[in-house]
């Protein structure tokens, strides 16, 4: 007797799978719940400057992966949970290769930082989607362009989780403020 395929293995998961890597389908997969599928909020000054639906790299799928084991996952060392915040000054060119974000700025007040994790909402159903928020208020201290962010496990280096460029870049000014709030999807 044959053994039926996965659906994910099958022609038409396989073109659902290439449409979720799209901008649009990255929205449709996180409206619909489906875990690795996150958006990002950007404020500048208070008011909503940009949102991004994005996907997680793959180096953070190693990661959560280590986290749920408590095993080293493909060179994953000493996992730690995905809060850390960088800012780049760079459009990126999104691949699910990433493992740094090109252009991370460092400029003052500006720098990677430590998020704060904020609001979970459970699963409602068998199976259903659960996400929580990290979330940071940068005030910037020089003159910048920050065009794009991602979410680490460490203050420096460390594994990428998930990047996102943002849908309007933030000119920023020394005294402005900067606050994104990533919602992640499990």
């Known amino acids: 007797m044959k053994e039926k395929a996965p659906f994910q293995y099958t022609n038409i998961g396989r073109l659902i799978k290439k449409f979720l890597h799209t901008k649009l389908g990255a929205y449709v997969g996180y409206m619909l719940g489906i875990s690795g599928f996150n958006y990002v909020q950007v404020y500048k000054n208070g008011k909503l400057l940009s949102h991004s639906y994005n996907s997680r790299v793959d180096k953070g799928g190693d990661l959560i992966a280590s986290l749920i084991t408590g095993v080293s ?30 252009g991370e700025t460092s400029a003052s007040g500006l720098a990677r930082a430590l998020g704060t994790q904020g609001g979970y909402t459970s699963p409602s159903t068998l ?10 208020t940068f005030t910037s201290g020089a003159t910048a362009t920050i065009q794009s962010a991602a979410l680490f496990d460490a203050a420096s280096t460390g594994n ?27």
């Open 127 to 136: 199976d259903g989607a659960a996400s929580y928020t990290v979330s940071h």
């Open 73 to 102: 996952q493909n060179s994953i060392t000493s996992p730690l949970p995905p809060k850390y915040i960088a800012l780049s000054t760079s459009v990126l060119s999104p691949a699910h290769t990433d493992t740094t974000l090109s």
């Open 160 to 186: 990428m989780f998930v990047e996102a460029n943002f849908s309007v870049a933030a000119a920023l000014v020394s005294g402005d403020t900067l606050a994104l709030t990533w919602t992640v999807n499990l």
